[in-house]
Structure formats: C-alpha cells, structure tokens
C-alpha cells in the first residue's frame, strides 16, 4: 500500500518567515495531495491539495508543489503568523471517482510561530 | 449546516467493556470515513462507507473492531472488548460524490480505556 513519510516532524519559525513541510510516497499512481491543518484539540481541516496534473498552486500565504517523477510534495507558508501555529498533515491517495479517495497521511508536523 | 457530527465527545471505560461510537455525516454526503488517531501511529484510516456499503475496511485493526451504517445519515463503530492500546481519538469524516476530494472531518471522539 501507500506510503507516506513527512518532514520535519516539528518546525519552529519566527513570525514572518517562511515554513516549509517535505513529504514523499511511495506509490507512483497516487493523483491527489492534500494538505491538512490540525489546531491543538481540534479536527483535521483542508487547507490546500493538489492534483498530479498540477505542479504547483497558490493561495494567498500558502502554496504546495509537487514533484511527480521525484514523488514529493511540499506545502509553503509565507509571511507566518502565531495563528499558523498547528500540526500540519500531508496526505495521498489514488483518487477514482465513483469510489472516492482512500487517503494515507504523513506522520504530521507541529509548527511553532514565535512572535 | 451542522457540519459532522460525533457522539460521544470523550468517552471513559475499562478495559473488556464494549464502546460504541456514532457519527451522523453531513446531509448528503456519500462518503463516511471512520480514522483513528495516536502519537504513536498517527492519522489511520480503518474503513470507508460509499452509500452506506463498506468499501475497504482494511484499516481495522483486528476483529474486535466492527462498524456499521444503517443508513445514509448514521454510523458507527464499535470495539469489544475494549483494551488499553485502543485509546485513541476516533475521527469520523464525510465527502460528496461530486467532490470527492474534500473531506470533512467530525469533531472526534476521546476514547479512553483503563
């Protein structure tokens, strides 16, 4: 099955820099990566994905690339602020509609935003 | 919208005893996901439902662990007999047919087991 590896597995930034989350998997026929946010005591939410015909996309301070032949992806946050302190999640999965997406996650990274 | 919906929010048992979780998914949505969440093991999935049939259950762990989903607007998953290493946050998600990838999660479910 899928494998996902992330890294690091805590990263700790000063407000206004940037951040960046590495992670690969292992099946090259995963299509969709996205990209979740988990705040302390709270659910996992989507933030950005991607699909294997995109290489890269943007929205607003936070992007993710992807590097199919490589079989990595990374999400990009720029310009941090305390309130993208979270533990930050990668995921994968072979998208097939009409059976829906059987997604595998990275191990996650907590993100600490230093004011 | 309510959004997902998990019952109970934290539940406290022994171990040997039988738990049941519930999950209401958001109206209309084809899609129901049952993970499970440790420090040690991190995010898992254990068992999808598309219109309410099982789809891969490979994610459970081990015969102690069944779930079910009477229908579209509700299920759950219960393990007896209950033991330590299922101590957990058990999420519950939902997605639409029409956009598969986006998945909701519920609000989870603290389990612990004494």
């Known amino acids: 099955g899928e494998n996902v590896e992330q890294h690091p597995s805590t990263l700790s930034v000063q407000e206004g820099d940037s951040a960046v989350i590495k992670c690969t998997y292992s099946d090259s026929a995963s299509n969709y990566f996205p990209w979740y946010k988990q705040e302390l005591g709270k659910r996992p939410q989507l933030i950005i994905d991607i699909r294997s015909n995109v290489g890269e996309k943007k929205d607003q301070r936070i992007a993710v690339t992807l590097n199919k032949t490589a079989k990595h992806f990374s999400l990009h946050i720029t310009e941090t602020q305390p309130e993208d302190s979270a533990v930050y999640f990668c995921a994968a999965s072979i998208r097939i509609k009409a059976a829906g997406n059987k997604l595998t996650f990275g191990g996650g990274t907590r993100v600490l935003v230093k004011p | 919208d309510a959004g997902v919906i998990q019952s109970p929010r934290h539940e406290v048992t022994e171990m040997g005893q039988e738990v049941t979780l519930r999950c209401k998914p958001i109206?209309?949505?084809?899609?129901l996901f049952w993970y499970r969440q440790t420090m040690m093991r991190g995010l898992e999935l254990l068992i999808y439902f598309n219109n309410n049939v099982p789809i891969d259950d490979s994610g459970m762990p081990e015969d102690r662990f069944s779930a079910k989903m009477p229908n579209a607007s509700f299920s759950t998953l219960k393990i007896q007999p209950s033991e330590p290493r299922d101590s957990a946050v058990y999420f519950c998600?939902?997605?639409?047919?029409?956009?598969?990838?986006?998945?909701?999660f519920g609000p989870g479910t603290r389990l612990t087991v004494l």
């Open positions: 998600a939902s997605s639409f047919r029409r956009d598969t990838d986006t998945q909701y």
């Open positions: 109206s209309g949505h084809d899609y």
